[in-house]
């Protein structure tokens, strides 16, 4: 492992500052991080420390109804929140599927978020794939079971969220601080594809930090759900995920957000099959059509149309536990 320079920042100005200058990274909780530091897949020159920055920790109610979670807040309190599971269960469940205990204490949301790539050629220090700089994704004709079936190319890893899954469905807001000010971006336009730039996943620019994470209020006729198949039960990223967050009358639902995890560079939408539900009583039939459109589109590589049956099964599933 490379030897690294270490910054405590002590304000949001002095981290901003300190991430502004190449090889910095930023530090949260660092389970994600010092992993790719010590497999030196990352150009890790310079650590810095967000960690003592209070305010950007806890789970905090707004006065018009949408809730406020700080960047350096953990999976394990989003899950034992009784404010989140009350309104917004869809992530209550992905923070309470995210590794293993220990993974959910010490990471943070914003690093859940923000996390690399899980690709084991991404992964691997002597392998230089595509992006890390090289001139191949060798997952395109390598061992690609767990690679993308949607928005792949010319890199094919999947985003290794869960709870970017569901942030996805519940409409959330990423704020952001960074040395030209502030702003706050829609979660689909935080994340990008590979094909605008494969060396990156989101479009933080150099000395922007995540601040906190803004749910929009919901109706309370609204319901929401996260599934995620995993080969293992615990310390497992997801093969598929499902969130889905679903407004529903007893006339019919009134709108759908339906995104998928495991199967793209960043959580995927899948319109085709909120199409599908909106304006119409919930049943079997119903379900059974959402779940088809979703995989229409899909790109399996060799090895990954397993992922097809996935998504299906785990998208009726999700929706027949609404009625
Ligand atoms: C064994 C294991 C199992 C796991 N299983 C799962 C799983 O099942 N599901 C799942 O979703 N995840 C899983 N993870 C990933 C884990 O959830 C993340 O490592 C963790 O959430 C990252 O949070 P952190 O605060 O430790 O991030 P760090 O390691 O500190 O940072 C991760 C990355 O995000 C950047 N970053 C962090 N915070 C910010 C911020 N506020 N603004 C801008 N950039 C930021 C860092 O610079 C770094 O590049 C697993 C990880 C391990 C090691």
Known sequence: MNNFAYVKAGSLAEAIKAL?????????GGTDLLGCARNEILPVEKVVSITSLKQL?????QPDGS???GALTSPAEIAASKAVAAKY????????????????????????????????????????CLKKGGTMCYAVTGENQYHAIFGGGPCFFVHPSDIAVA??????QISIAGPTGNKAVKIEN?????KKNVAKENMLLPGEIVTDIRIPPVSGT????????????????????????????????RSVRIALGGVGPYPWRVEAAEKMIVGKKLDSTVAAAA?????????????NAYKLDMIRGAIEESLMAFI
Request: net charge positive.
């Open 222 to 253: 609204t319901k929401s759900s996260f599934r995620k198949i995993a080969a293992r039960g615990s310390w497992d990223s997801a093969l598929v995920s499902v969130a889905v967050a679903l407004e529903i009358e007893t006339d019919g639902a």
């Open 89 to 128: 269960a869809a992530l209550a469940q992905a923070a309470a599927a995210v590794g293993t205990p220990q993974i959910r204490e010490q990471g943070t949301i914003g690093g859940n978020v923000c996390q690399r790539p899980r690709c084991w050629y991404f992964r691997n220090s002597d392998i230089q």
């Open 20 to 28: 502004s200058t190449k090889g910095a990274w930023l530090h949260a």
């Open 190 to 194: 935080f994340f990008i594809s590979p």
């Open 167 to 172: 942030l996805t469905a519940l409409q959330a």
């Open 57 to 61: 920790k806890g789970i905090a109610a």
């Open 291 to 303: 779940a088809e459109a979703a995989v229409s589109g899909a790109m399996p590589l060799r090895d």
């Open 67 to 69: 809730i406020k979670i």
